[in-house]
């Protein structure tokens, strides 16, 4: 079964540090550029960042820039999103994305809630 599952979501204060993951099952990652994108009721969908697998390239939004860095890992076929120096309005869900031509996959999303 093809299926992204991301975790490590969960309340910090402000100012803190999460690290979330992104896993993925039936496929590989190997020709994907994986993206991590968050959504907030009242912003809506926002992408967070991404990473070109195959060339370790990224992106990231001028509102995460310095703070968050997106990692791959090989042998665990997993992208991981480090998150530093975490505010309020980072609160969102987060959600793993994974495209290719022809192929798009979405995770359930892991929350995370900054408040102190």
């Known amino acids: 079964q093809v299926k992204l599952v991301e975790s490590g979501g969960g309340l910090v204060q402000p100012g803190g540090s999460l690290t979330l993951s992104c896993q993925a099952f039936g496929f590989n990652f190997s020709n994907y550029v994986v993206s991590w994108y968050r959504q907030d009721p009242d912003k809506g969908r926002e992408m967070v960042t991404y990473i070109d697998y195959s060339s370790g390239s990224t992106y990231y939004a001028d509102s995460v820039k310095g703070r968050f860095t997106i990692s791959r890992d090989n042998d665990k076929n997993a992208v991981f999103l480090q998150m530093n120096n975490l505010k309020p309005e980072d609160t969102a869900l987060y959600l793993c994305?994974?495209?290719?031509?022809?192929?798009?996959?979405w995770g359930q999303g892991t929350q995370v809630t900054v408040s102190s």
């Open positions: 994305n994974a495209y290719e031509t022809y192929k798009d996959f």
